[in-house]
Every structure is written in structure tokens, then in C-alpha cells.
């Protein structure tokens, strides 16, 4: 069985109608990088970082409200956010690192 990225692209899709977050993540940003084709890598990956510093700091939001006793928030949001914001972060790493060593490789080629 061969999986193709277009393949995966279409699952992908037909999944993400079926998972509602409990709590609004802000679509908006979401829709902002889904229709950034040809556009700057420079503002792809500032608005991904951008978006990675408000998971964490819904994260922190919800955390700090469940702290505080808002009956509003519950465990399990708290949670999801929070693990939202870890897996996104942890992508920025791979992310950069994976940017590091293709910066040490260009600069190890000779002209």
C-alpha cells in the first residue's frame, strides 16, 4: 500500500470536519496560513510561530482560570490546550532544527 501526501492531505480533511474543539481556537488564523500559497516563507513562518504563542497562551489562560476557580473552564479543556500547545511547540523545534542542519549543510559546501 502506497500512501501518497495527497492521499493523506484528503483523509486529513475529511477528518477535521468531524473534530469540534470545545473551545474556540480561533479559525481565523487557521484559514490566514491554509491560504498562503506562493506567499513568503518568512510570513508563513512567523504567522506558525505566531499561532504557537497564542495555543500557549490560551493554554496559560485556561490553566490560570481553572486555578482561580472558574466554573466555566473545565479539567479536560485545560488539558487539551495544554497538550495543543506542547505538540505544537515541540514542531517548532523539529522545525528548527531541521533549519539549523540545512544552514550547516549550505555552509559547509564549497564554491
Do not use: C, H, W
Not at 484528503?10 to 487557521?30: C, D, R, W
Not at 490566514?32 to 513568503?40: L, M
Not at 504567522?47 to 497564542?54: D, R, Y
Amino acid at each position: 500500500m502506497q500512501i501518497g501526501a495527497n492521499s493523506l492531505y484528503a483523509e486529513m480533511e475529511s477528518i477535521k470536519g468531524e473534530v469540534t474543539p470545545s473551545v474556540n481556537l480561533q479559525g481565523g488564523l487557521v484559514r490566514e496560513i491554509n491560504n498562503t500559497s506562493g506567499g513568503d516563507f518568512g510570513e508563513l513562518l512567523s504567522m506558525a510561530i505566531n499561532n504557537v504563542n497564542q495555543l500557549q497562551s490560551n493554554s496559560g489562560s485556561l490553566a490560570t482560570r481553572l486555578e482561580m476557580g472558574d466554573t466555566s473552564v473545565t479539567l479536560s479543556d485545560t488539558v487539551i490546550a495544554r497538550e495543543k500547545a506542547s505538540v505544537a511547540f515541540e514542531a517548532t523545534v523539529q522545525v528548527r532544527n531541521k533549519l539549523v542542519d540545512a544552514y550547516k549543510e549550505i555552509m559547509n559546501m564549497s564554491v
